[in-house]
């Protein structure tokens, strides 16, 4: 079997490099192929000397922007079903997927969700664009000017290109980036170091629908090389720990995507009924084995959290460690089997301050930490803490996980901390207007915070980073 070694991407470059970092089999540690990394250096020449960048958004804008749409959704159809190359292999679908599963610990079944979302936004890019614009009209893009309402409006790029510091842990982070392209975009995407065939292959599905191949920067690297991309490209999306949401706080056009800490939150006038809403409750916990942002980490309830957690536990207690392509497989590996460890010893560590119960324990089949066939699972977790400044009602995890607190929903917004998605089960108008004025990200109401809405703003709104409104007097 040949071994894949993938090479960076230097708008329309291959780029072979000596220094290589191993890509292995969670499971087995197989190897199943390499990837060549970048120094801080060359990313910089092709930027800053060469001026690849620009060059690419040239190039892109030239492109007439409904045909850039037509050939994003030709690349949905492409990376779903076409054999394509990765790294010197010819790549099927099915290739791809078991890669992934292989990679990130994702089952089979998780893996394909994440194609399918992917997917979805690509077919969907005109209602995207329009969702994320608030209604520009598309010939904007290829001239510049138009109106909005009753105002004249004149569009310039913020950036030359994005800078994309992605994850390992979910392929579908990559609908952050794909809808650049139709925007007149180009893209320097830094892979994650043990999954780059997301987005290896989506660059290759746009090639094959149309794209040139010189808007497309691909530069696998270390963290020092990676924490000067954002620099670079003067605009990013980064994906990381807390510490890395911190050091990019105080930069507008750097968009961190750290944790969610999503809550969700049942009003005085449905909590009779919370047995119906315990299904939702235990979907919410668990989206996509709990690696979602939106995968919310703190339930408040203003009576019954006691019968509520207990009712969660049981339904999260179903969701357990199997093989990996077995249909019902809904929980995922960790990526990183020693941070399992240090995760579960934090869960057992905040079990030692009072006011906190591990609801789940006397429901599940053996330790939270477990293995099977060589890759370590933790099971799916719901803690009863007794208030919401419990240490373990902050914490959120790559696994099903999530604290329920009983509390007035006064205390629980005067408490509610950094929060991404918020979902409020309530029919009561002033909770609802509440919620829709808190500064939270996304709302739901009734509905769970996975009820995503491609078509609107998620974490930040990527248009602002991508364009500025300025004023036409003519």
Request: glycine residues 8%; negative net charge; proline residues 6%.
């Amino acid at each position: 079997m040949m071994k894949i070694k993938i090479p960076a991407l230097c708008f329309g470059t291959e780029y072979h490099s000596l220094k290589r970092h191993t890509i292995s089999d969670l499971g087995s540690g197989d190897e199943l192929g390499s990837l060549g990394l970048v120094l801080e250096n060359r990313i910089a020449v092709d930027v800053l000397q060469k001026r690849l960048l620009r060059k690419a958004r040239k190039a892109l804008q030239d492109i007439p922007v409904r045909e850039r749409i037509a050939m994003s959704v030709r690349a949905a159809e492409i990376f779903e079903n076409d054999t394509l190359d990765c790294g010197g292999v010819p790549q099927s679908p099915e290739d791809y997927t078991d890669l992934v599963v292989r990679t990130s610990g994702l089952s089979t079944v998780l893996a394909r969700a994440n194609t399918s979302r992917i997917c979805a936004a690509l077919r969907n890019t005109e209602a995207v664009m329009n969702g994320l614009s608030r209604g520009l009209p598309l010939d904007i893009y290829d001239s510049g000017l138009g109106r909005q309402g009753d105002a004249n409006v004149r569009l310039v790029p913020r950036i030359e290109g994005l800078g994309c510091c992605m994850p390992n842990n979910s392929p579908g982070v990559h609908v952050t980036w794909v809808i650049c392209l139709a925007f007149g975009i180009p893209v320097l995407i830094r892979p994650g170091s043990s999954e780059p065939f997301t987005p290896y292959r989506l660059i290759q599905a746009f090639i094959k629908a149309g794209f040139p191949k010189e808007v497309f920067g691909f530069y696998p690297c270390d963290y020092n090389a990676a924490n000067r991309i954002p620099e670079l490209t003067k605009g990013a999306i980064v994906f990381g720990s807390d510490a890395t949401v911190q050091q990019w706080s105080s930069y507008p056009l750097v968009q961190v995507h750290g944790s969610g800490f999503s809550k969700l939150f049942i009003g005085e006038d449905r909590i009779e009924n919370w047995k119906s809403l315990i299904p939702e409750l235990v979907d919410n916990v668990a989206a996509n084995s709990g690696r979602s942002c939106y995968a919310v980490s703190r339930i408040v309830v203003p009576r019954y959290g006691k019968e509520i957690a207990d009712a969660l536990a049981q339904g999260l207690s179903k969701i357990i460690p199997r093989p990996q392509d077995h249909p019902e497989a809904m929980l995922s590996a960790m990526a990183m089997p020693d941070r399992a460890i240090l995760v579960n010893d934090s869960i057992e560590d905040g079990l030692k301050t009072p006011g906190a119960v591990d609801v789940t324990a006397a429901y599940r089949n053996g330790d939270r930490l477990v293995k099977l066939e060589g890759r370590t699972f933790l099971q799916p977790t719901a803690i009863l803490c007794n208030s919401s400044q419990h240490p373990l009602a902050n914490e959120e995890f790559l696994f099903p996980y999530s604290a329920v607190v009983e509390s007035s929903i006064d205390q629980a917004f005067d408490e509610m901390g950094s929060t991404l998605s918020l979902a409020v089960y309530t029919h009561d108008k002033a909770l609802k207007l509440r919620a829709q004025m808190s500064d939270v990200s996304l709302v739901t109401i009734n509905q769970g915070t996975s009820s995503l809405d491609r078509c609107q703003p998620h974490e930040e709104n990527l248009f602002e980073l991508l364009y500025n409104r300025l004023s036409l007097v003519a």
